[in-house]
């Protein structure tokens, strides 16, 4: 099965260059990226074409200028460009296991979404990490992890699940199937029949009301938490609002009491917008 894996990006091509290694040590190979670019200076478009080289990956670049934060509209324009039946859905911050788009392709099934999880590494661990602690692996040994500053934590336990323990912790953990935005699949033509990403919302909870949308279309939600594993790097988020948050959830609540399936704020806004795509 073909796949796209498609995650933003905003003037962070150190943290991109870390994801893009990821995907270059992936096990299963019939996949493309699409990079929804909010508005990143030409630093990124020369790293995205130095590791199309570097890699092999198919990677294809979609820009657009930068107007503030506008990750559902990027996302959007991203989601007009995918070729593929079926996406998967990270981050730019999230450098993945090597098994993380096999995991996703081996899970997917009819009138479902997929949603995982994350381990949040702080600043220290994510500067230490090379490209040689991604391509070989060590970045997502606990034991190399810990060493280098993640927090022993029970919530980060989660990296030690082999994969039989991973299926059974999957049907047994209490966490609801929310869809997680950077660590999610579903199928292409589901994202399309939502009509994508809701463009009223910024930062905070935007892939929470997308997938309450999923599920009022009747596509259900399921774990691939303790198997599809992620990383994610450490950053700031000057972007964040407590007031656009509580707009967001009060949109999220609105269309899950109301059933809606469909915004009226999605990919039909942006069909006829300016892009840039290369590659």
């Known amino acids: 099965m073909n796949v796209t894996v498609l995650f933003t990006t905003y003037n962070s091509p150190r943290w991109l260059e870390k994801v893009l290694w990821g995907f270059s040590a992936q096990t299963y190979r019939d996949f493309d990226i699409i990079i929804a670019d909010d508005g990143s200076t030409d630093e990124t478009r020369q790293l995205i074409d130095r590791m199309r080289s570097e890699t092999g990956i198919r990677i294809k670049h979609v820009w ?31 450098i993945p296991r090597a098994d993380f788009v096999e995991e996703h392709v081996k899970c997917a099934k009819p009138d479902c979404f997929l949603t995982g999880s994350v381990v949040r590494l702080p600043m220290s661990t994510s500067e230490r990490i090379g490209k040689e602690d991604i391509t070989s692996g060590a970045c997502f040994n606990w034991d190399w992890l810990v060493e280098n500053g993640l927090p022993g934590t029970r919530k980060n336990i989660k990296l030690r699940a082999r994969k039989y323990a ?36 910024s930062h905070g909870g935007l892939d929470r009301e997308f997938g309450v949308r999923l599920k009022n279309l009747g596509i259900k939600g399921k ?3 303790y198997n599809a594993q992620i990383i994610h790097l450490d950053h700031a988020r000057g972007y964040s609002d407590p007031e656009n948050i509580r707009k967001n959830k009060a949109l999220r609540i609105h269309n899950a009491k109301r059933k809606i399936k469909i915004t009226e704020y999605g990919l039909n806004l942006v069909k006829d917008q300016f892009v840039r795509v290369t590659g």
Request: hydrophobic letters at 35%; glycine letters at 8%.
């Open 223 to 225: 774990h691939v938490r």
């Open 64 to 94: 657009h200028e930068d107007h503030g934060f506008q990750k559902c509209e990027i996302l959007n324009k991203a989601i007009l460009q995918v070729e593929s039946d079926y996406i998967i859905f990270t981050d730019g911050d999230c």
């Open 166 to 201: 991973g299926n059974v912790l999957n049907h047994l953990t209490p966490a609801r199937t929310n869809f997680t935005g950077c660590n999610a699949s579903a199928w292409t033509k589901d994202v399309i029949a939502v009509n994508g990403f809701d463009q009223r919302m």
